[in-house]
């Protein structure tokens, strides 16, 4: 099985930062398109940012977030700048295979919380 693993959460301040860490089992960076989401309270859960051959976001964080993967470290690291209260969540760390088909894997998530 995939087992991923998130971890960087905390509490921040509004526009400080914060780096988010997925560590993933075996060689599953190299075989999964990765991604991150996000579920407020009392909302869906949302779509942040993916990598495999490029990398997306969606546009609530562009420019402010930046998704990357160490390979031999099989991490998944999304970096967020400038945060604001609006980012507040649960973020959690997905894997697919196929970029155009459903994530099938999971992490159990890490909380985000900014303070305004």
């Known amino acids: 099985q995939v087992q991923l693993v998130e971890s960087g959460g905390g509490l921040v301040q509004a526009g400080g930062s914060l780096r988010l860490s997925c560590a993933a089992s075996g060689r599953t960076l190299y075989r999964y398109a990765m991604g991150w989401f996000r579920q407020a309270p009392g909302k869906e859960r949302e779509f942040v940012a993916a990598?495999?051959?490029?990398?997306d976001y969606t546009d609530s964080v562009k420019g402010r977030f930046t998704i990357s993967r160490d390979m031999a470290k099989n991490t998944v690291y999304l970096q967020m700048n400038s945060l604001k209260p609006e980012d507040t969540a649960v973020y959690y760390c997905?894997?697919?295979?196929?970029?155009?088909?459903?994530?099938?894997?999971w992490g159990q998530g890490t909380q985000v919380t900014v303070s305004s």
């Open positions: 997905a894997a697919r295979l196929n970029n155009w088909g459903p994530y099938d894997y």
């Open positions: 990598i495999s051959g490029r990398t």
